[in-house]
């Protein structure tokens, strides 16, 4: 079984631009969620989908963030414009259905705004 | 809000020694905490977690302890190995999917 796979595995872009960051979840889970630590700090939540709605979105820092999941499949992650704080590592995270189910990691996004 | 604290930040050992990890948490509604390993490059992962009906869970060389009067739980390892190299992260949730995170445990262990 596939993990939770996310792409790039970095980006460097410069303040002001966008880039959007995609996470594939394990086939069938409709629990996704999207964390963020930004260095030496905790990872941090962000948001929760189930399938294609947003359940819980208050860890999102600003409207410069946009989390969207079509099809209750992949999910996109777009930080427009680009700012130096928002720099860290973005975790994708997805669980099947059942009470606080296990969420399975996937590798990351390093993002640098430089 | 809600928080979770970590401590220590860094620890070492020897191969062979035990390690603890200890976190508190703030809000007294949580009711389940996992415990996660990050390996270098590699995303969190789950490598014990423990309920709030239960003081206790062992897996081989891990465990994990809970009181919840004092908001308290703890990740012991022990007869560490150099594998067990890694940050750990201890993380509380109140049944609603929201994971809150500590700030993670850097764990070297020395051979």
Sequence with gaps: ?114 | GENVEQHPSTLSVQEGDSAVIKCTYSDSASNYFPWYKQELGKGPQLIIDIRSNVGEKKDQRIAVTLNKTAKHFSLHITETQPEDSAVYFCAASKGTYKYIFGTGTRLKVLA
């Design chain 1, 1 to 114: 079984e596939a993990g939770v796979t996310q792409f790039p595995s970095h980006s460097v872009i410069e303040k002001g631009q966008t880039v959007t960051l995609r996470c594939d979840p394990i086939s069938g889970h409709d629990n996704l969620y999207w964390y963020r630590r930004v260095m030496g700090k905790e990872i941090k939540f962000l948001l929760h989908f189930v399938k294609e709605s947003k359940q819980d979105e208050s860890g999102m820092p600003n409207n410069r963030f946009l989390a969207e999941r079509t099809g209750g499949t992949y999910s996109t992650l777009k930080v427009q414009p680009a700012e130096l704080e928002d720099s860290g590592v973005y975790f994708c995270a997805s669980s099947g259905g059942g009470l606080a189910g296990e969420q399975y990691f996937g590798p990351g996004t390093r993002l640098t705004v430089t």
